[in-house]
């Protein structure tokens, strides 16, 4: 896995059942959704996922549920190997772009008050703090907030085309 840093377009695949062993590698962190659950949602229709593949190797996964036009963005995780080059922007805004094709016009997330990292992904592709749940994470005796974050997806495109 190492030493793959960039993906283009292209290497943006949705994701199918056979995928599974694959992907394997991208979820071994017990944070978020695990492959399995998101596995099953798929299966019963509930969400689609992409990711980003170069060479035929994942190093990337996105998944949103989509129900009218407000898609929620499920989960979204790089491998670690690959952190912190830009593929998660990258990604997200694959990612939104296929969602918007597909006629969504809204986007909702939650995310840990302690993901400082992924907060500031969001932010950068248009998102913006729309509420909290207070100590709607429970792990033993552990609490964390999580913060609901929109995005207005006419809006972000229009500003994409804007030139600003
Ligand atoms: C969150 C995650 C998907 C981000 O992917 P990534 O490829 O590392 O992120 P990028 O390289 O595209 O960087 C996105 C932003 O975060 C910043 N960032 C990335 N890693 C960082 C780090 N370790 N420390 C500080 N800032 C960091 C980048 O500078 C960038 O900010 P900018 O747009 O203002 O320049 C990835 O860290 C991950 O898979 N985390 C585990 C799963 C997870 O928490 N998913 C989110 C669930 S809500």
């Known amino acids: 896995m190492e030493g793959i840093v960039r993906a283009a377009a292209g290497d943006l695949r949705s994701i199918a059942p056979a995928d599974e062993p694959a992907l394997v590698d991208l979820y071994l962190e ?15 229709g509930r969400c689609q996922g992409w990711t980003l593949a170069p060479a035929g190797r994942p190093v990337a996964a996105i ?19 690959s952190r912190n080059r830009g593929l998660g922007r990258q990604l997200l805004s694959l990612g939104l772009r296929t969602l918007a094709g597909m006629g969504a016009r809204t986007c909702h997330l939650e995310v840990r008050r302690s993901n400082a990292v992924a907060q500031r992904l969001y932010q950068h592709c248009g998102f913006v703090e729309s509420g909290c749940r207070r100590d709607y994470y429970r792990s033993g005796q552990t609490r964390e907030d999580a913060i609901l974050m ?8 229009a500003d994409e085309y804007s030139g600003d």
């Open 30 to 44: 017990q944070t978020g959704p695990s492959l399995g659950f998101l596995m099953t949602l798929m299966g019963q």
């Open 63 to 81: 998944w949103f549920s989509l129900i009218d036009a407000e898609a929620e963005l499920l989960d979204i995780r790089v491998h670690q190997s």
């Open 150 to 157: 929109t995005l207005d997806m006419e809006a972000a495109v």
